[in-house]
């Protein structure tokens, strides 16, 4: 019932005030992942906002990053630090939706960061990482440029 219940959340939360985006990548305001530096989750192992300093165009979104050497990092290697689904929650990518994110739900797993739509998702989301990343991975495509 309880994951009935979260999933029934991420689905209203994806078509009503908190709407998911027909964009790729998780950009409210038009800035990736609300402006966290993506690079910095594998730096400093915590959520660091970036600044419009530091900012680079990829993937037609706007980046933020923290410093200098942040945003070098993801210049040259862009896939190794943006989050998987284009930062949109992975619970929610593999129930088939695209959902919002908190940056403290953030979580790197065999090299790759994902995010999840709140704490609650997360922890249902870490019952099982594997297989909902792998129905995440199935689900992606048919989703990706759905709002």
Known sequence: MKQLLT???IFLSSVAGVRAQKSPVYAPHGIALDGYDPVAFFTHGKPVKGSSIYSFKWMNTTWQFADKTDLESFEK???KYAPQYGGYCAYGAAK??????EADTWTIM???LYF??????KDLWNQDRTKFIDLANKQWPQIVNKE
């Open 7 to 9: 999933i029934a959340i």
């Open 96 to 101: 088939g939706v695209k959902a919002s994110v």
């Open 110 to 112: 065999d090299g790759k």
């Open 77 to 79: 290697a862009p896939e």
């Open 116 to 121: 999840n739509y709140d704490r609650k998702v």
